[in-house]
């Protein structure tokens, strides 16, 4: 049986990703930031608990992380914790700069000393390229990367020193450069969780209008449990290497708007109101990923359409706020 470790494994990846590995009969172990709250710590995977183990651990504390990776002496490692939010980056940019950059770097760090024939993967972001783009609107492996936030700078770093132990010290680790990815476990200060919860809270009336920022900002946005497959075959590959993960398709937030409101009968445009503080000091205008490497190496590509995502987030939002 193998066995694997997850950064994370609370968030929408990593309890999808603990998903998948069960499935495929591995022993499944991760970190969970600790909270005051615990009811909403481990809620993504409370079902999973007689199947997994789960422990407290921060990034920042890597005697701790070397201990658990000492012990448990994993085949894989998924690196997927951080802090993940890019607006809030603007906000907190020391401990996003902390959690991203450094605390990567000590995951690595106890990686090369406590269990070096593992597998390492690395989640890196499409937000890394920032306002790099190639001449036909796309971004991918080789695309110059300029990162427009703290979030993007701070992953960067990651990227990077993930790409340096790897050649230093001869280890498989990996970098995935997922792009926007969605699901029905996507926190609601995301904005399609956001847009989600807040279109089918003013269906059932409980909400009047919905605040939102940059509404012409383009995403390539696939879902979670295709990317998280794609992780997975990633760290299989015969040799470590980087790979981005996308559709290859953009919309806007308003297209995603639209699309979301007239599911539940609605024209986003009666129930949106701008409101500047949801704008990012820099924005980020438009992502668009070509898959074309994993595709062609890997054979991987996303089977959930952008549609089929978003209606399976309206149906949970629906179901879950019903029950309220």
């Known amino acids: 049986m193998r066995k694997a470790f997850i950064t994370g494994i609370n968030g929408q990846d990593g309890s999808t990703l603990a998903r998948l590995l069960l499935n495929k009969g591995y022993e499944v172990h991760g970190i969970v930031r600790r909270n005051s709250i615990p009811e909403h710590q481990e809620l993504r995977i409370d079902d999973l608990t007689n199947e997994i183990k789960t422990y407290y651990g921060d990034l920042e504390h890597s005697s701790a992380i070397s201990r658990l990776l000492r012990e448990i002496q994993p085949d894989e490692i998924y690196h997927l914790a951080a802090q993940s939010h890019v607006r809030i ?3 907190i940019p020391l401990y996003t700069a902390n959690t991203n950059a450094m605390g990567t770097l000590n995951m ?61 010290y001869k280890l498989f680790a990996s970098n995935g450069i997922l792009f926007n ?99 990012r000091p820099e924005e980020l205008p438009f992502l668009k990923g070509d898959a074309t490497k994993i595709r062609t190496v890997l054979g991987w590509q996303p089977e959930i359409s952008f549609e089929e995502m978003m209606i399976e987030m309206i149906e949970y939002w629906m179901n879950k706020l019903k029950k309220s």
């Not at 609601?188 to 900002?217: C, P, Q, R, W, Y």
């Open 89 to 91: 980056s603007f906000e």
């Open 181 to 279: 990815h969605e699901s029905a476990l996507r926190g609601s200060n995301f904005v399609t969780g956001k847009v989600v919860k807040g279109a089918v809270m003013i269906k059932l009336g409980m909400l009047s209008h919905l605040e939102m920022g940059n509404m012409d900002s383009h995403r390539d946005w696939g879902h979670s449990r295709d990317y998280v497959r794609a992780m997975h075959m990633i760290l299989n590959h015969s040799e470590p290497d980087e790979f981005v993960v996308a559709t290859g398709v953009t919309r806007s937030v308003r297209d995603m708007c639209d699309f979301v409101f007239s599911q539940l009968g609605l024209n986003y445009q009666d129930y949106i109101r701008i409101n500047p503080k949801f704008f």
């Open 108 to 168: 690595l760090e106890a990686y090369r000393l406590e269990c070096p024939q593992a597998r390492f993967y690395q989640a890196s972001s499409s937000e890394m390229f920032g306002t790099g783009i190639d001449a036909d609107s796309c971004q991918r492996e080789t695309t110059t990367m300029l990162p427009t936030s703290p979030y993007g700078c701070a992953k960067l770093f990651a990227y990077h020193i993930v790409r340096n132990y790897r050649k230093a």
